[in-house]
């Protein structure tokens, strides 16, 4: 007979963060220097759909991504299918009678329905799927907080791209990074009127990957060190307390409080880095506008490693909030396209 093949298919979705991770203090094992908290998206606006495979007749380790080969040499992608490929090689000697898929190669094909590392977090959704993928492939028992421990391995931000919802990555003080991992602050049904709003300014890939900006960043900013002791303990808690209190108010004065700063940690950085472009900063323009209009803030902006804006509003509001960022920014110079998500970000079956 033939040999076996094993499948398993899986998707994740983006998370979008409201407190920002910016700096690591161990590159290798990605250990963060501040926690951060985020909101994941829904999965059928910004998602990676991945299928996992495995077979004896397999010679190596493979991943596709939107139909490319990719390298899969490299220390995260190794951690990744090594941690993963050790949980399913514990199953197998407890239980002999399992198929020892931990002998067999990988074959990995991802495919995103959003632009690749323009700054939409797409590592956070391609390591969340792989590892989800693979999980569920070699049917391991592991939870998604257990699994956000390799998944952080393969980017950071993608340990938070286990859960839907409110998710917290808490930095952790172990330096084996056991207890650098994703838990989930609030189901996306807890607050069901909250939505994103996203702005494709440009679909092209980002100057600077987040990993050497990063490291940029711890090197030479002094700033940076301020805001990763005195500002994001404060924040994260801060930010908690506005999601459990469904407080939008709370909730988007530190998310474009948070964006700010560390846009502002990316200038501090020598040479500085610049994610944000003219129709980013007429982006930001136009919410402040719409905020100050309303008497109130009734949207938040938030931008990543990217000229991409992310607007979180409430349903309620989302006439007012899209109708005055179609106005404001249809003309503006560099604009490819406009993609709402207006949708509530879930959870998926785990
Ligand atoms: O997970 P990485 O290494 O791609 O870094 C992500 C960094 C930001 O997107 C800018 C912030 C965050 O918390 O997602």
Redesign the pocket.
Known sequence: SSPQMYVASTTAPV?I?VI???GKCDTKLNLPTNS?L?VTLSQSDLRTHTTAACSPTFTENRLYLNNEPQDVSGARQQACFRELKALRKKLEDADPALPKLSEHNVHIVSENNFPTAA?L?S??AGFAALVRAIADLYELPDSPTDLSRIARQG????CRSLFGGYVAWEMGAAADGSDSLAVQVAEASHWPTMRAAILVVSAAKKGVS??SG?QATVATSELFEHRAKHVVPKRMAAMKKAVLERDFESFAALTMADSNQ?HAVCLDTMPPIFYLNDVSRASIRVVEEINRVAGRAVAAYTF??GPNCVVYYEEANEALVLGALRRYTAGVAGWEAQEVAASVPEGFDV
């Open positions: 998370n963060a920002k991770y910016w951060s985020s700054g977090a590592s956070a980017s950071g931000s993608a987040s990993t990063m560390f990543d490693a």
